[in-house]
């Protein structure tokens, strides 16, 4: 041995990174995050109708389901150890209006979903939104009076939603409008109705973001939707606004917070798991996932690879779970132990 090579043992010899990094076994002991089926919730879109599975061109892979499909993938979900869906609707345009009052209907096509899982699959957690952008003809995710969504009309109107969908077998109320206090609003109204056992997963950091393009065509809003929606929704520049947003939330009652989008936004995952201690989930949005999806199909990138290395990202940044629409092949993935 040289005098030189000697030297450099000596210095940084106690300082060998690669040390942990040898062998398979010794990375796998030291892993400090860790992906598993339990941190998955899956979205998923519904149609009206029987027997229709309808393929979303904007989003390789997913489809809108009608309620009997959606039961059969609820109880292959189920089957591969998911624990949760959360269900978004594509209901017909003639039930859209200015007010969204489709939400308001015990029948509707949220609620018989809802209903129809729930007895076919009772293991299975059930995530409904009450945002109007589904149910109304403008695209906006509450009531529009003028140029105005007007936030305490549209409370109202969420809340009398939640009691619908709680009434229907809703076990976590996911409220993304973003209407300033509506979750205290929400949960008083879910007590008052007897459904205090029903949890509230706040929305509490949903961002003006683009990445939400492939969704609005899953649920038909996207040529709808008049102006746009920076009034209601946060502007991507300001983190520390959006942890005030959230600790209102969590004031007013939130059993959960929700990041939205997910990866461009790993700084406040962290943020606010840090500063609350809630149960501090992601939502890979339909973007992020198209994406991946589009340069994994062009060879670009190893999609499978990608796919699982986002999810663990949202793990290493303090998250409890991920929906994304990738779940069901992550588990299956998973299962066989890739």
């Known amino acids: 041995m040289n005098d030189k090579t000697h030297l450099v043992d000596d210095v940084t010899g106690h300082r060998r990174m690669r040390r942990n990094r040898k062998a398979d076994w010794t990375r796998r002991l030291v ?122 009309e549209t409370v109202d109107h969420v809340v009398k939603a939640a009691i619908l969908q709680a009434d229907a077998g809703s076990d976590i109320i996911a409220p993304s409008e973003m209407m300033d206090g509506r979750i205290g609003a929400i949960r008083r109204g879910l007590d008052a109705a007897g459904h205090q056992n029903v949890g509230i997963m706040s929305y509490a950091t949903k961002f003006s973001s683009g990445f939400y393009g492939p969704y609005r065509e899953a649920i038909s809003t996207g040529g709808l939707l008049k102006g746009d929606k920076n009034s209601y929704y946060i502007n991507p520049a300001n983190g520390t606004e959006a942890v005030r947003d959230a600790a209102l939330d969590v004031e007013e009652g939130a059993d959960m917070l929700m990041v939205k989008p997910g990866l461009p936004y790993l700084d406040i995952c962290w943020r606010l798991k840090e500063a609350f201690g809630l149960p501090t989930f992601a939502y890979q949005v339909s973007g992020e996932y198209t994406q991946i999806k589009a340069a994994a199909m062009q060879g670009w990138i190893d999609g499978d690879r990608v796919m699982m290395e986002t999810l663990l990202c949202f793990k290493r940044a303090g998250c409890d779970g991920i929906l994304t629409y990738f779940a069901v092949e992550v588990a299956r993935a998973l299962a066989k132990g890739k």
């Open 31 to 152: 892993q400090e995050s860790r992906l598993t089926v339990d941190d998955l919730i899956w979205p998923v879109f519904v149609v009206p109708g029987t027997g229709i599975t309808d393929p979303i061109p904007a989003m390789p892979g997913v489809n809108r389901m009608s309620v009997d499909r959606l039961v059969e993938a609820a109880r292959e979900a189920a089957d591969l150890g998911i624990p949760a869906i959360a269900t978004f609707p594509n209901i017909e345009m003639n039930l859209r209006d200015e007010t969204g009052s489709q939400v308001l209907e015990a029948n509707n096509l949220i609620n018989l979903a809802t209903a129809a899982v729930k007895k076919a699959v009772p293991n299975i957690g059930m995530i409904t939104d009450v945002a109007l952008d589904p149910f109304t003809s403008h695209g906006h995710d509450g009531i529009l009076r003028g140029n105005d969504i007007v936030n305490d």
